[in-house]
């Protein structure tokens, strides 16, 4: 019996790890073929471990009758369903039938298994996956620190010294916002620890240079410590603040060697007449002003999955392959129509991710401030995940958090 336990709980880290390390691989969006080899691997070893993770805790698990998987698969068959008719009159056919092809090799897999999660959840597994996100974004902070792969200043191509920003400082930033919201629970025994833990992390997430990352952490601790001094969570108020003074210092020392990052953030201010003096903003306002005109041209069913990948349509700017803003991209190539199942699908989730678990909404909430600046539809994994949330049913005689942080 202790040897399968001991079995259990390894493959309940390995699963964890996998499915952490499959978000982020979820948002590479490059839609380079070894980009699809990638997606499809890290999607297959995970449904696998999940398998495995089911059938050596079967007998753990409350009775399978929680899922409402009517619901649940009509909300899914309406994800693809919608994209998917769009192609017969998209802009860019091939290019919508790649992020077709991401959805359903990525997205979905990581719905699937985060349903599984919630499903089977319990204070103890519940740990495991929190003890692995300290780990793997520890040592991914730390990586990032010290070497600093990263060069946000021009196009990313893949080498291995050189990293994206974009997933690095979205993955860092999503591991920062589950930290700071476990200063307000008992999961983690020391607080000094979780201190620590949590300035490492945050400094990583400046120095990688993601700027919608920092200012959204910088929005989200103004709130949790206006929530510490509303509801008198002394000890929660203390150790952000404390993690907040060590992240400061920590900046402006090592902000002594390397300024790349503080330059690219006093970039966000406009220079004498008004104007930013950055390519990448640049670029998004170009693109939004593009992608408005063609909204008032194609109001009801948009220019179609992948039309924005056009030259015909966007002009040079095609070239960014898509708006680098969530709501924007499903009015321009979905319309009306998917704007409306979209946006009612969003609601849908936040609420409903609200009543299960603040923590989750939090998180989610934060998902979706990320998908404002970067990434397409089939990219923003760790937001669509909520929609596990849709079909998980209320267990009898338990106040629906299964077991997740409350």
């Known amino acids: 019996m202790k040897n399968t336990i001991e079995k259990a709980d390894i493959i309940q ?13 979820s948002e590479i969006s490059n839609y380079k073929p070894y980009s699809f080899y990638i997606k499809g691997i890290s999607s297959a070893t995970l449904l696998f471990l999940t398998w495995i993770d089911y059938k050596l805790n079967i007998r753990k698990f409350i009775q399978p009758n929680q899922i409402n998987f009517r619901i649940f698969y009509i909300i899914l068959l309406l994800f693809i369903l919608i994209p ?4 017969f009159y998209s802009h860019n056919v091939e290019f919508g039938i790649m992020k077709i092809g991401y959805i359903l090799i990525s997205v979905f897999p990581s719905i699937f298994v985060f ?3 919630l499903q089977t959840a319990s204070r103890d597994r519940t740990k495991i996956f929190l003890n692995t996100v300290l780990f793997v974004g520890l040592i991914f902070g730390i990586v990032s ?12 191509s893949f080498e291995l010294s050189r990293w994206s920003h974009v997933i ?9 916002v589950i930290v700071l ?3 307000f629970f008992s999961l983690v025994k020391s607080k000094y620890f979780l201190v620590v833990v949590t300035t490492i992390l945050f400094v990583s997430v400046y120095f990688v240079g993601l700027r919608a990352s920092f200012l959204g952490i910088i929005i989200l601790i103004s709130s949790l410590i206006f929530y510490a001094l509303i509801a008198k969570k002394k000890k929660a108020l203390i150790s952000i603040s404390l993690a907040l003074f060590f992240t400061v ?6 902000g002594q060697l390397n300024n790349s990052a503080t330059d690219r953030y006093n970039k966000l201010i406009t220079n004498d007449v008004g104007e930013f003096e950055d390519g990448a903003i640049n670029a998004r306002l170009i693109a939004y002003n593009v992608s408005w005109e063609n909204m008032l041209k194609h109001p009801f069913g948009g220019i179609g999955f992948g039309g924005f990948y056009n030259h015909s349509i966007s002009g040079d700017i095609a070239e960014i392959k898509y708006p680098h803003n969530l709501l924007i991209e ?3 190539e979905l319309g009306i129509i998917g704007s409306i199942f979209f946006l009612a699908l969003l609601a849908l989730i936040f609420w409903r991710a609200y009543k299960f678990s603040i923590p989750l909404f939090v998180f989610l909430l934060f998902s979706f401030w990320l998908a404002m600046f970067s990434k397409d539809i089939p990219t923003q994994t760790q937001l669509w995940i909520g929609m596990a949330v849709l079909g998980i049913k209320k267990r009898k005689g338990n106040d629906g958090k299964n077991g997740m942080m409350e």
């Open 249 to 254: 210092m920590s900046i402006l020392l090592i």
């Open 13 to 25: 880290y390995l699963l964890s790890t996998i499915f952490i390390l499959n978000l982020f691989v």
């Open 84 to 87: 998917t008719l769009s192609l």
């Open 181 to 183: 919201l476990m200063h």
């Open 145 to 156: 620190i010290i070497f600093s792969p990263y060069n946000p200043t021009t196009g990313y």
């Open 330 to 332: 499903i009015q321009l």
């Open 168 to 176: 690095a400082g979205r993955f860092l930033s999503a591991t920062v």
């Open 115 to 117: 349903i599984y999660f």
